[in-house]
């Protein structure tokens, strides 16, 4: 009676123990697959700025300089790694509404984004950021406004899945983000960039 009792001990124990690591690896790849998402916006957003200091002196940088082209293929690649990561958080993350809002967001600022970028490649030196600067403004702050909720999200998601495994903090309250209102919480948004 005794040994059986330790047999099924021993078995609870190994269940419980592989259940316990598939929930930490299964939290670990949730984790990696969201901060890999916020890296690449952040990343599109840099190479968005990027191009856009190029036309800091006023005029339209001509095309095929090495700087240009540079900036072109570094903003290519940038994108590339953000539809590689949202593929994969779609995978392991699909049922989250607050991230698929998130990501829908910013695939709407990158969106706005393209089009005056996409009017610069084709119209090269003629091309003016004058006539599309609104929108250009625009783009920007939604694709910072949405990084800052895949941020929020992502908090979110981490806080809801570390309720399941054995942790020996104190769990904080899931973040709450707001809606960009105003003038002023664009400027906020700006300080905290610098």
């Known amino acids: 009676m005794t040994a059986t009792l330790g047999l099924v001990g021993v078995l609870v124990g190994a269940f419980l123990s592989q259940g316990l690591s598939a929930l930490w690896q299964r939290r670990k790849e949730r984790l990696e697959a969201l901060v890999e998402l916020v890296s690449a916006n952040a990343r599109v957003i840099s190479a968005h700025e990027r191009l856009y200091d190029l036309f800091a002196a006023g005029a339209s940088p001509a095309l095929n300089s090495d700087q240009v082209r540079q900036t072109l293929a570094e903003r290519s690649e940038a994108h590339a790694q953000w539809r590689t990561s949202h593929a994969r958080v779609e995978i392991l993350i699909p049922d989250d509404e607050p991230l698929q809002a998130a990501i829908d967001d910013f695939?709407?600022?990158?969106?706005?984004?393209?089009?005056?970028?996409r009017e610069y490649q084709s119209l090269g030196t003629a091309f003016s950021l004058a006539d599309h600067a609104a929108a250009q403004e625009k783009a920007w702050l939604e694709m910072r406004h949405a990084r800052y909720s895949l941020i929020a999200a992502g908090q979110a998601i981490a806080s809801r899945d570390a309720r399941w495994l054995p942790l020996k903090r104190k769990r904080a309250a899931p973040p709450t983000y707001r809606k960009l209102d105003s003038a002023t919480e664009r400027e906020r948004l700006r300080a905290l960039d610098g």
């Open 107 to 117: 695939g709407r600022g990158r969106a706005s984004a393209t089009v005056w970028i």
